[in-house]
């Protein structure tokens, strides 16, 4: 089982970013799909969550708008595009699948990749 995000930099704000999430070795598209992310000296916290149906997706109040998941079920593909992007966003991201459903939680979500380092310049 492994996860791999790809797609992090540095950007200045307003600009734009978009995460990849690769899967492999599950059957990946069964899963609901995470993504958090850690800044500096700080907890985990959720950005948001796909379902497994690509169709359904939950952000946090703090990038609602901005953010946008999507899946390419074909390539065991998730991505999140950022848009509008705020120095409070560098981070390094994570994504990780929900054991059952889609939740803030991090206890929910049982496997994680290394993460991609975010970084937003003001």
């Known amino acids: 089982v492994q996860l791999v995000e790809s797609g992090g930099g540095l950007v200045q704000a307003g600009g734009s970013l978009k995460l990849s999430c690769r899967g492999s070795?599950?059957?990946?598209?069964?899963?609901?799909l995470g993504w958090f992310r850690q800044a500096p000296g700080k907890e985990r916290e959720a950005v948001g969550c796909i379902r497994s149906n690509g169709r359904t997706s939950y952000y946090a109040t703090n990038v609602k708008d901005r953010f946008t998941m999507s899946r390419n079920t074909g390539e065991n593909m998730v991505y999140l595009q950022m848009d509008n992007l705020k120095p409070e966003d560098t981070g390094v991201y994570y994504c990780?699948?929900?054991?059952?459903?889609?939740?803030?939680?991090?206890?929910?979500?049982?496997?994680w990749g290394p993460g991609t380092q975010v970084t937003v310049s003001s």
């Open positions: 990780a699948t929900a054991v059952l459903r889609c939740s803030e939680r991090l206890g929910e979500y049982d496997y």
């Open positions: 070795g599950f059957n990946f598209n069964a899963y609901s």
